[in-house]
Antibody, heavy 127, light 108 residues
Framework: QVQLQQWGAGLLKPSETLSLTCAVY????????WSWIRQPPGKGLEWIGE???????FYNPSLESRVTLSVDTSKSQFSLILSSVTAADTAVYYC?????????????????????WGQGTLVTVSS | EIVLTQSPGTLSLSPGERATLSCRAS???????LGWYQQKPGQAPRLLIY???SRATGIPDRFSGSGSGTDFTLIISRLEHEDFAVYYC?????????FGQGTKLEIK
């Protein structure tokens, strides 16, 4: 069973860079997409972006200019960098696996979903 | 961007009752790209339903999903105490992938 464990700095000042890493246990990174999602305190969920094990990236346009996702298959880890943070970036950040394809009846079906999540990391941006 | 609007915002029910949660999309979403998640305080969301109607591994059969086009529904047939939480719908068909604002299911 796959497990995701994430870590990173929890307190940043405005204009600093947020950096989080998510380690994957019990499953290879290969064959999957890996994602970051955030949740401001008391609010809903926002998709930040996702990265394929091969390095292909897909970003939320609202954050694309400040976001970089990377993957290190040798360490079974993937990472999020968000630059020039402001108070609006204060949130719990989650890493998640994106399960894209089911193999059923001899063929692949595309049913993407976030099927495994990290524990979350609260990142507070305050001067 | 596809906006998902969930209703009601808060649903007050008693254990044993049936809960019906709605998710309406601003544009057509293929059923294969619609999922439902449950979140309890202090926890990460948990996948309940994917492909609009397929239960995720380990999810009890009292949870069921349905719908197509722009209207989707999550039904919990007989509420148990552990079901009181916030529920989110999510679409993974059109970037940026978006979540609804959530429905809080509370004990009456």
């Amino acid at each position: 069973q796959v497990q995701l464990q994430q870590w990173g700095a929890g307190l940043l000042k405005p204009s600093e860079t947020l950096s989080l890493t998510c380690a994957v246990y019990g499953e290879s990174l290969t064959g999957y997409y890996w994602s970051w999602i955030r949740q401001p305190p008391g609010k809903g969920l926002e998709w930040i972006g996702e990265i394929k094990y091969s390095g292909n990236t897909f970003y939320n346009p609202s954050l694309e200019s400040r976001v970089t996702l990377s993957v290190d298959t040798s360490k079974s880890q993937f990472s999020l960098i968000l630059s020039s943070v402001t108070a609006a970036d204060t949130a719990v950040y989650y890493c998640a696996r994106v399960f894209h394809y089911d193999y059923v009846g001899g063929s692949y079906r595309h049913y993407p979903r976030f099927d495994s999540w990290g524990q979350g990391t609260l990142v507070t941006v305050s001067s | 961007e596809i906006v998902l609007t969930q209703s009601p915002g808060t649903l007050s029910l008693s254990p044993g009752e049936r809960a019906t949660l709605s998710c309406r999309a601003s544009q057509t979403v293929s059923s294969r790209y619609l999922g439902w998640y449950q979140q309890k305080p202090g926890q990460a969301p948990r996948l309940l339903i994917y492909g609009a109607s397929s239960r995720a591994t380990g999810i009890p059969d009292r949870f069921s999903g349905s719908g197509s086009g722009t209207d989707f529904t999550l039904i919990i047939s007989r509420l148990e105490h552990e079901d009181f939480a916030v529920y989110y719908c999510q679409q993974h068909g059109s970037s940026p992938y978006t979540f609804g604002q959530g429905t809080k299911l509370e004990i009456k």
